[in-house]
């Protein structure tokens, strides 16, 4: 069993930086593929970035790729710092942890609550 807990999300103007963490606790949290997605109002849930289990493989989506950041430590902690923010970018984030890793959101099995990321134009 995984718990994730997100924070850092707030209000920042287009250009701006924040960055988010996701503290996890469980025994086995260096075994998963930590990753994470967003949401926007009407909208699916989308992937944003993914960290493998010892930090050294990442991946991005397209529409982040350049402008955020990921990485972990190897004891409870995931961040993902997020530069140049756009509008686009306002969704509530997710971190999710998996064995199997991906990008599709169907193939996490544990969840934060979500933090809010609003970017002002």
């Known amino acids: 069993q995984v718990q994730l807990v997100e924070s850092g999300g707030g209000l920042v103007r287009a250009g701006g930086s924040l960055r988010l963490s996701c503290a996890a606790s469980?025994?086995?949290?260096?075994?998963?593929?930590m990753t994470w997605f967003r949401q926007a109002p009407g909208k699916a849930r989308e992937f944003v970035a993914a960290?493998?289990?010892?930090?050294?493989?990442t991946n991005y989506a397209d529409s982040v790729r350049g402008r955020f950041g990921i990485s972990r430590n190897t004891v409870n902690t995931m961040y993902l710092q997020m530069n140049s923010l756009k509008p686009e970018d306002t969704a509530v984030y997710y971190c999710?942890?998996?064995?199997?890793?991906?990008?599709?959101?169907?193939?996490?099995?544990?969840w934060g609550q979500g933090t809010q990321v609003t970017v002002s134009s």
């Open positions: 960290v493998n289990w010892s930090g050294g493989r």
């Open positions: 469980g025994r086995t949290f260096a075994a998963y593929t």
């Open positions: 999710a942890a998996s064995f199997s890793g991906g990008t599709s959101w169907q193939t996490y099995d544990y």
